[in-house]
């Protein structure tokens, strides 16, 4: 009898206790990064390596991604703003939605299912399949080995990623406003430059998608590291890694508009 | 260390992030090399701003001469004081005017120079004299009213105001 009504409690403190373990263990896991990252840099082909891998490789999703994104936003952006008579404005629009949130956000969302759950995927299964362990008898530290350059990597890629996705995404705005819809070319282009400022829009921009990246890589690697070495737990760690990552985004993403803008 | 094809495709991945970066600050920030060296302040002292805010543009005869820097409210006199960085390139006469426009019926709000006639021109700190309030819409709205309210009660009054209207 007191089992039965103590047991839903004892799963709470035991749920409470593991994400704490978690979170501290996550904290020291960066700080082991940073700490070992130094040799990893040294030997930069192997972060060269991993850029191609997590960079390279979501060109083409992050390319079409904002090509539509930009078109979608033309397209309902036009239809509103011409009820109130300012079509003028989607440039500015097009551009400031792009840079202030869209961009770092949802490039963000598809560099963490893209490339976060393959590093997520790729450091558990070399867990489950004992290679880490290998290494270590090697003298070889994982860390530096293998998580170090897939954390630079994603750090050196979102800002890239986040950067080609506006610029795709304002394409995109062109081709709808100006090539389909007929609005004038140099209002579309003006109305953009005089809204847009460089530091708070452009870089601010920027910082956003550095942070993302951190977030995203450190997750991803975390849970990879961190995984129940069989098959089921590869599995669900590469899901918390999609399902972590889209969370964390979202509300770093909350935290940094309230302090920027 | 080997070359590799990998380098090659890291090497244009890097390469298409700093042209991004550069499109993103060249043609969508516009970004112009313009450092605060090149503006000097102006003051002028409003009745009402209505909605001016800081970085509005500062245009004479449409054109863009500069933007707001600052506004306060003076402590003594209950106005705004709002500081203007003009371009140095252009020098405004002593007696010029400033008033604050609103681009457009719903448009932003910014401040319009009207160069005046004096020879003499302002300094930087110098403060604009003449200056006119913003328009706001419910001030006119509640004036057009009135006048409309008064007209009506005239009308109404057996024509009352068309006698003595020939008279004056």
């Known amino acids: ?261 | 260390m080997k070359r590799s094809t990998i380098d090659l495709w890291v090497g244009i991945f890097v390469a298409i992030g700093i042209a991004s970066v550069i499109f993103l600050s060249l043609k969508v920030a516009n970004l112009t090399p313009q450092s605060n060296e090149q503006t000097y302040a102006l003051t002028a002292d409003f009745d009402n701003i209505g909605g001016l805010k800081v970085k509005a543009p500062v245009k004479s005869a449409g054109v863009l001469v500069g933007r707001v820097s600052n506004i306060q409210l003076d402590a003594k006199t209950y106005q705004a004081k709002v500081t203007l960085a003009i371009n140095k390139q252009y020098q405004f006469s002593k007696d010029a005017s400033a008033e604050i426009l609103t681009a457009g019926i719903l448009g932003e709000q910014y401040v319009g120079l009207t160069e005046g006639g004096d020879p003499d021109t302002l300094q930087p700190g110098d403060k604009i004299s003449l200056t006119s309030s913003a328009m706001v819409l419910e001030q006119l709205i509640g004036k057009f009213m009135t006048n409309f309210a008064e007209k009506g009660s005239n009308d109404s009054s057996s024509g009352h105001a068309d006698k003595t209207a020939p008279q004056q």
Do not use: C
């Open chain 1, 1 to 261: 009898m007191f089992n039965t009504l103590a047991s839903p409690f004892r799963k709470l403190g035991e749920l409470t206790i593991n994400a704490v373990w978690r979170l501290g263990f996550a904290t020291r896991f960066l700080g082991a990064i940073l700490m070992y990252s130094g040799q990893s840099l040294m030997r930069l082909q192997m972060t060269i390596r991993e850029v191609y891998f997590a960079g390279v490789l979501s060109l083409i999703i992050i390319v079409v991604s904002g090509l539509f994104v930009g078109m979608v936003l033309g397209l309902q952006g036009y239809n509103t703003l011409s009820r109130f008579g300012s079509a003028d404005a989607l440039g500015a629009l097009v551009a400031l939605s792009l840079l202030r949130e869209l961009g770092p956000v949802l490039a963000a969302l598809l560099f963490a299912s893209r490339s976060g759950s393959a590093m997520t995927a790729e450091i558990g299964l070399m867990k489950a399949t004992e290679q880490l362990d290998a290494m270590r008898v090697m003298a070889v530290n994982p860390i530096a080995r293998v998580v170090a350059p897939r954390f630079w990597a994603g750090v050196i890629s979102m800002p890239v990623l986040a950067a080609l996705f506006n610029v795709m995404g304002v394409f995109g705005g062109y081709l709808i406003g100006v090539v389909m819809i007929g609005l004038d070319a140099g209002t579309f282009w003006s109305q953009m430059q005089a809204n847009v400022d460089l530091h708070s829009d452009v870089i601010n921009g920027l910082i956003k998608s550095l942070v993302f990246g951190i977030a995203v890589t450190l997750i991803a690697v975390f849970e990879g590291y961190d995984a129940t070495p069989t098959a089921s737990g590869v599995s669900s760690a590469t899901t918390r890694t999609v399902v972590t990552s889209a969370l964390v985004i979202l509300a770093l993403d909350f935290v940094l508009t309230a302090f920027m803008f």
